[in-house]
């Protein structure tokens, strides 16, 4: 694998960490990394996450990637990640239940 930046490795380190079930925000892997904000790490899932849970990796209001909504709906039944039903907005993630507490320290 080719030599990354210190902080593209920080954010896929607490992406493999996340377990099954549970869910990240971009902005917080953002504030666990530190120094670099929601969209930094969205970059680096799109530039370097493929490898990666990438779907326990959510929009702010628990809603998978864009343009991987179905393919993160199949994680999200085989994990037994839970779920919200909107009217408007369809299936998303329960953020309330589903938000990891990050690493230990």
């Not at 960490?17 to 925000?25: A, C, D, M, S």
């Not at 309330?96 to 990050?102: D, E, M, N």
């Amino acid at each position: 694998m080719e030599s990354l930046p210190e902080k593209v490795e920080d954010v896929l380190e607490v992406v493999e960490q996340i377990p099954e079930g549970y869910v990240l925000t971009y902005g917080d892997i953002a504030e666990l990394v530190g120094g670099r904000g929601p969209r930094f790490v969205g970059n680096v899932m799109s530039r370097y996450g493929s490898d990666m849970p990438w779907w326990r990796v959510v929009r702010a209001g628990g809603w998978p990637p864009r343009g991987l909504e179905e393919r993160a709906l199949e994680h999200y039944r085989e994990e037994s990640t839970p779920l919200v039903r909107g009217t408007l907005d369809g299936v998303r993630v329960d953020l309330s239940r589903a938000r990891w507490a990050g690493p230990p320290p």
